[in-house]
Nanobody, 119 residues
Framework: QVQLVESGGGLVQPGESLRLSCLASGVILSISTMGWYRQAPGKQRELVAQIRGGGSTYYADSVKGRFTISRDNTKNTVYLQMSSPKPEDTAVYYC?????????????WGQGTQVTVSS
């Protein structure tokens, strides 16, 4: 049983920084791609940032230059540093990971953490 648990969400003022964390737990052989998605009210879930096992990253244009994704493989944890957040970044943020188990490669989602950017 693998679980992804996000933390670090909350209310933040525009321009303040916020860091999200996502810890993967369970019987895990390795984790390849990890990523952050978000879903705002009335909108589809969208990919925000992704980091592969080798460290290469991808960012949505809307967050490029403001958000930074990183990972600590020793802790099975992925982070999203949100700098200069804007009200339009308000959404539920979900962690996603491709996890290699003894039974093969499986994709998992976290339960989500709310981020609200407002003055």
């Amino acid at each position: 049983q693998v679980q992804l648990v996000e933390s670090g969400g909350g209310l933040v003022q525009p321009g303040e920084s916020l860091r999200l964390s996502c810890l993967a737990s369970g019987v895990i052989l390795s984790i390849s791609t990890m990523g952050w998605y978000r879903q705002a009210p009335g909108k589809q879930r969208e990919l925000v940032a992704q980091i592969r096992g080798g460290g290469s990253t991808y960012y949505a244009d809307s967050v490029k230059g403001r958000f930074t994704i990183s990972r600590d493989n020793t802790k099975n944890t992925v982070y999203l540093q949100m700098s200069s957040p804007k009200p339009e970044d308000t959404a539920v943020y979900y962690c996603n990971a491709d996890v290699r188990l003894f039974s093969g490669l499986r994709n998992y989602w976290g339960q989500g953490t709310q981020v609200t950017v407002s003055s």
